[in-house]
């Protein structure tokens, strides 16, 4: 089986077969054979060329989450990164800009109205999440398209809060 | 003679004290609200009761509820653990009116060091060096403009009740005054239910020394010496240390003793801490009292021998301190790494969500006070604080390379932690020096990334990976392989196709 992987932002291309109780992997620059021993449904041995590297690892909505060596992986199958609602940190084609929290939590405030002129950076909302409250700022200077939310209402980090649009 | 204990907290210091009461075998209540049901605390505890909806008020603050089950299952003391109702004195008078023992401080002096303003007032006439800043409550904005200007920017904003950097805030200039009180006053309020706040001057790169103390009702005061919160990370400690690095032996004996007058003074029982700024001269001013087993606690068992939470029950129950003063003293050292679910990338906001798996270090020197497990939601309702790695050796030097390896050994899948970002701050060259102080994550590591593309697993990440992937896949191999076991196919936390 052939694999695209992104790790980070790069994709990998690897090809893994099961041969005689191991596997034989190929990473594009060199083969390799590996054994993979399974302690518990989470923990695996992985044996290269007598070396031994536990590492562990569990699927969760498209994503393996993985740590070997101490070091912590998210690894993405290359076709699902099509898949991004949109694009947090640019403006779409239209010249708006989605504003959402960076974390999940209860909207205490909300300090612009519809239609109101913002400076870049300016406060727009006060979110409270675990006890703290964070501020959202305005990335763009523009004007409020839009207020999806009212205050004491819970939001999470995909639908926006508001809207901006830039100002020509 | 207490021999039943609710525990009034949820996390790794409800799991803590419940192990206390085990070893000294009492009987454990545990309190949970909503989400935590199948919490490690309410795992552990002999009987648990349901409080309410998540939100603090309606559960672990919840204070009519959390008497009613004490009285309910007989409980004749409530341990309260830190945060919540831990340095609540209105609390405090319940229990005491409820003949509840309430183990920590006695309510009028809770009451007296919990009110940062009025604790500073004794403190000043108690010839105790304190911060220059407001004698009273700020009572509008204009009192707060004024009493910046007195003081000189920058400014610091303290909530009256509080603790834990929460409503804490730096105020450089009058512009940023209003906005900042106003917040403060939010924060303050919901975390703690008052809103008081108060402006002291603001000193630069000093570090934190505190000292633990224990008090019994027989007039017995020692201290058990200091530990160095210096690391903090939005005014909140995140790595603690003791012996400091910088305290000289009479530096160290005299905070020591102005600890121990600070806790006669206000006539304080039970287990409680001093907390001290140290400028860059090596100055020492009183910051406040926290009147509860704290948070890194750990770190002087480990040094100095004494568990302090079955002392906490000890002196509660009416018994004298079995230690002199003259006696006590730290043998090795000792550090903790708090583990939270925060992004470091990402100015450590909160990180949610279910833990995928989780594996614990253990070792030689190695203590992990946690309540995780596999399979737990870390949700947003509370504090993000997952465990706490502490690790003791006979030298500084040896406990920070335990501490990387017990570090490297600690897998938390399916939420963001900082312990990648632990083990580089345990890795820089100035804390290896010793050269600590509460401005070190900013000025150090504010830029702090993840080491992408420099790491040194990525092969064996991907084939780990793609045998994964391959082996997920087959599920065609259900009805052939119905007789033979395969762990492939029974794989807990794989969520195929989610």
Request: hydrophobic content about 40%; charged content about 30%; overall charge neutral.
């Amino acid at each position: 089986m052939e694999y695209e992987l992104i790790i980070d932002g790069e994709i990998h291309k690897v090809s893994v077969e099961p041969k005689d109780g191991k596997y034989i992997i190929d990473l594009g620059k060199k083969r390799i054979e590996a054994f993979c021993e399974i302690i518990d449904p989470n923990s695996f041995l992985l044996v290269i060329d007598e070396k031994t590297y536990p590492f562990y690892m569990a699927f969760h909505e498209k994503k393996i989450h993985l740590s070997v060596g101490g070091e912590k992986f998210v690894i993405q199958e290359a076709e699902s990164k099509k898949e991004k609602r949109f694009e947090r940190e640019g403006v779409d084609i239209e010249g708006k800009k989605a504003i959402c929290a960076p974390m999940p939590g209860k909207i205490l405030k909300i300090l612009v109205e519809e239609g109101e002129k913002v400076r870049k950076n300016q406060s727009l909302a006060i979110v409270e999440a675990m006890k703290m409250e964070h501020e959202i700022r305005a990335s763009i200077e523009g004007f409020v398209k839009k207020i999806n939310f009212k205050e004491d209402d819970l939001v999470d980090t995909e639908e926006p809060i508001l809207e901006l649009e830039v100002k020509d | 003679m207490i021999n039943k204990i609710l525990i009034a907290n949820r996390g790794e210091i409800a799991v803590r004290i419940i192990r206390a009461c085990k070893e000294m075998g009492i009987s454990t209540v545990a309190v949970y609200s909503e989400v935590d049901r199948k919490a490690l605390h309410v795992q552990l505890a002999d009987e648990a009761y349901l409080l309410g909806s998540p939100a603090p008020l309606e559960s672990y603050l919840n204070m009519d509820k959390i008497i009613e089950v004490a009285r309910m299952t007989k409980a004749c003391a409530i341990h309260p653990g830190y945060g919540f109702l831990a340095e609540n004195s209105e609390f405090a008078k319940r229990c005491e009116t409820e003949k509840i023992i309430f183990i920590g401080p006695n309510s009028k002096a809770l009451a007296l060091v919990g009110d940062k303003v009025e604790s500073r007032k004794t403190m000043t006439q108690a010839k105790i060096p304190i911060i220059p800043g407001m004698k009273a409550k700020g009572e509008n904005l204009d009192d707060f403009i004024n009493q910046a200007e007195k003081i000189g920017y920058p400014v610091l904003l303290k909530a009256s009740a509080g603790g834990g950097g929460k409503g804490m805030r730096i105020i450089n200039s009058k512009e940023e005054l209003k906005s900042s009180v106003e917040a403060g006053m939010r924060e303050a309020k919901s975390a703690f239910g008052d809103e008081s706040v108060y402006l002291e001057k603001y000193i630069q790169q000093p570090r934190h020394i505190e000292f633990q103390v224990l008090a019994d009702y027989h007039g017995n005061v020692v201290h058990l010496f200091e530990r160095e919160c210096s690391i903090q990370r939005r005014h909140q400690k995140i790595v603690e240390e003791t012996p400091s690095t910088i305290l000289t032996p009479e530096l160290r004996e005299k905070m020591g003793e102005v600890a121990v007058k600070v806790i006669k003074t206000t006539g304080y029982t039970n287990a409680g801490t001093v907390e001290f700024l140290l400028d860059k001269d090596k100055n020492y001013y009183f910051l406040e009292v926290n009147a509860r087993v704290q948070v890194e606690h750990p770190i002087t068992e480990l040094t100095i021998g004494i568990d302090l939470v079955k002392s906490q029950i000890r002196i509660a129950s009416g018994e004298k301190l079995t230690f002199k003063q003259e006696k006590l003293s730290q043998r090795g050292h000792a550090i903790e790494c708090r583990i939270y679910a925060e992004d470091p990338e990402n100015d450590f906001l909160p990180s949610f969500g279910k833990i995928l798996f989780v594996k614990e270090p253990c070792g030689p020197g190695i203590r992990n006070d946690s309540s995780l497990y596999s399979g737990l939601d870390v949700t947003m309702h509370y504090d993000p604080i997952l465990a706490k790695l502490i690790c003791w050796a006979e030298t500084r030097e040896e406990a920070r390379k335990k501490m990387i390896m017990a570090l490297s050994g600690y897998v938390i899948l399916g939420i963001k932690t900082q312990i990648d970002f632990l083990r580089d701050l345990m890795l820089h060259p100035e804390f290896i020096s010793g050269n600590t102080h509460t401005d070190f994550i900013p000025k150090y590591l504010s830029d702090w990334k993840e080491k992408k593309g420099k790491k040194k697993f990525v092969e064996q990440a991907l084939i780990g990976a793609a045998i994964g992937m391959l082996n997920k896949g087959k599920k065609g191999a259900r009805v052939e392989k119905k007789l033979m076991f395969d762990p492939w196919l029974s794989l807990g936390n794989w969520e195929i196709g989610a």
